[in-house]
């Protein structure tokens, strides 16, 4: 890929700065691959901490033997129109149709439309041959070879890869032994030493070290982000490589870059050893990762809303709209419920929520702990399986009202909405702090102060009943269902 050496808006300039990560680090080739200097084999286990003022040499030596360079070649396909954009995170394809000029600069990172080759990196984590590489690396690959730093080279096959996470497992196919490293077991600190190998931009084998300079980074690239933000530089063709500790231990796979220029600009993110193992394990044992479902469409809780559940701190996952047969609507889990645990773990955002919901297999019994009406309950729920088609939301068409409500405390206009439950806003003052928080005509108020809506009596009567400061409101806009606060007195 390469980058676009103008922006004609700032908006543009935004936006190919997070394509820098969303395109991640794998380097694309159509012709013959050129490789320098490729990763040898040695490593396993760990060893004493280095110190790192007299040098990262030792370190080196030891892990460096582990690691691999990926070289995955592509069977060409017909391309489209629509090919550039369309494995591009939703915020992408958004820019693109709001920018076709930008359109054709950019290439598929994958290179799988075109044919020809990508290179990426890998490394060892068995004795017999299982490599860790990412998902984004070897996606559609028609064949793969991995080759070890003095040279050697072997074939690969995928064995599982899952994009949720952006990870994948290979097993080198050959009954010789190789030399491993292993999964740290502890949680990587913000200010650790980190040293970054891979294969950046084909060269092979390369070393650059720096410290974890943040946890926790959610960078939009899929429901499950939790990654270990690095300031050791990171650059195309590193996909896939590891990140090691002191002590030789990887604690996370190298997987995307943060760059308005497509070099390394010190933001390079990797995803935690915890969530490898993890994924690692399903895809040996199954191939594929099957993740537990509940079947809500949440969002975090915000001072405002907070205060108008009357809960004591802004923390939680609040519902705002349940799939059809899920396990949530089937245990009783309801619109406007806060999770504020689950399995006993405590549930700090939507995010959290989905992490948490996702590490738990099928079939299990989970307890989610909720705030429903300012009281708390638990309620127990049989997870599903994570469906791989859409789901539809649920729903209750209930009979409306014909009449029109002005509501000018709010500067909101309502009628009956006619093709479901709710009342539709047909117009709003612009000044008002409706309009700031973002409603809009068209949008459908489902839910006011926990009462349902179906007429725009329910709503005058909802207010009258509101004792707080503020009002909370569930709003559908599209396919979003939305909880929002207002003050109760003027809009």
Do not use: C
Not at 136 to 160: L, M, P, R
Not at 192 to 200: F, S
């Amino acid at each position: 890929m390469s980058n676009t050496t103008t922006h004609t808006t700032r908006t543009a300039k935004s936006v190919l700065s997070v394509f820098g990560a969303a395109l991640l680090a794998s380097t694309l080739l159509t012709g013959s691959l050129a490789i320098g200097t490729t990763p040898q084999a040695f490593a396993q286990g760990t060893i004493a901490a280095i110190d790192p003022t007299k040098g990262f040499a030792p370190l080196v030596e030891h892990v460096m033997p582990s690691v691999v360079s990926v070289e995955v070649k592509f069977q060409p396909a017909a391309a489209s129109s629509d090919d550039t954009a369309q494995d591009l995170p939703p915020q992408l394809k958004e820019f693109f149709e709001q920018f076709p000029q930008f359109r054709d600069r950019f290439q598929n990172p994958r290179g799988s439309r075109e044919g020809g080759s990508a290179v990426g990196s890998g490394f060892v984590i068995t004795e017999d041959g299982y490599v860790v590489t990412n998902n984004h690396v070897v996606s559609n690959a028609e064949t793969v070879k991995v080759t070890f730093n003095k040279g050697k080279t072997y074939d690969a096959k995928v064995i599982g890869t899952d994009s949720k996470t952006d990870l994948a497992l290979l097993k080198i196919d050959s009954k010789d032994s190789f030399d491993y490293v292993p999964l740290s077991t502890r949680d990587a600190k913000v200010g650790d030493w980190v040293m970054a190998v891979g294969n950046p931009f084909g060269l092979g084998g390369t070393v650059t070290a720096g410290i974890v300079s943040a946890r926790g980074r959610d960078i939009g690239s899929g429901p499950y982000d939790d990654f270990l933000q690095i300031d050791a530089s990171i650059n195309k063709g590193n996909s896939g490589g590891p990140s090691f500790n002191l002590e030789g231990e990887v604690i996370g796979v190298n997987s995307a870059i943060f760059s308005p220029s497509g070099g390394s600009v010190g933001i390079g993110f990797a995803i935690p050893a915890s969530i490898v193992d993890k994924v690692v394990k399903e895809l040996k044992s199954n191939g594929s990762v099957t993740r537990g479902y509940l079947g809500v469409q949440i969002q975090p809780v915000t001072e405002d809303i907070a205060e108008s559940l009357g809960l004591a701190k802004a923390e939680g996952a609040i519902i705002s709209n349940l799939t059809e047969k899920s396990p949530a609507l089937k245990a009783g889990l309801k619109q406007g419920d806060t999770i504020i645990k689950a399995n006993g773990e405590d549930i700090t955002d939507a995010k959290d929520l989905s992490r948490t919901v996702a590490t738990l297999k099928p079939g299990t019994s989970v307890p989610f702990e909720i705030v429903r009406g300012g009281k708390q309950q638990t309620i127990d729920v049989e997870l599903g399986a994570m469906p791989t088609d859409g789901v539809k939301m649920a729903s209750v068409t209930k009979e409306k009202d014909k009449s029109k409500l002005e509501l000018s405390d709010l500067g909101i206009s309502v009628a009956p909405a006619v093709d479901g439950p709710g009342v539709k806003i047909t117009d709003l003052d612009p000044k008002s702090e409706a309009a700031q928080r973002g409603l809009k005509a068209g949008d459908i108020i489902l839910e006011v102060a926990g009462t349902e809506i179906t007429s725009p009596a329910d709503v005058d009567k909802a207010l009258k009943d509101v004792k707080g400061k503020k009002v909370l409101m569930l709003v559908k806009s599209g396919d979003n269902q939305t909880y929002i606060t207002l003050p109760r007195d003027q809009g």
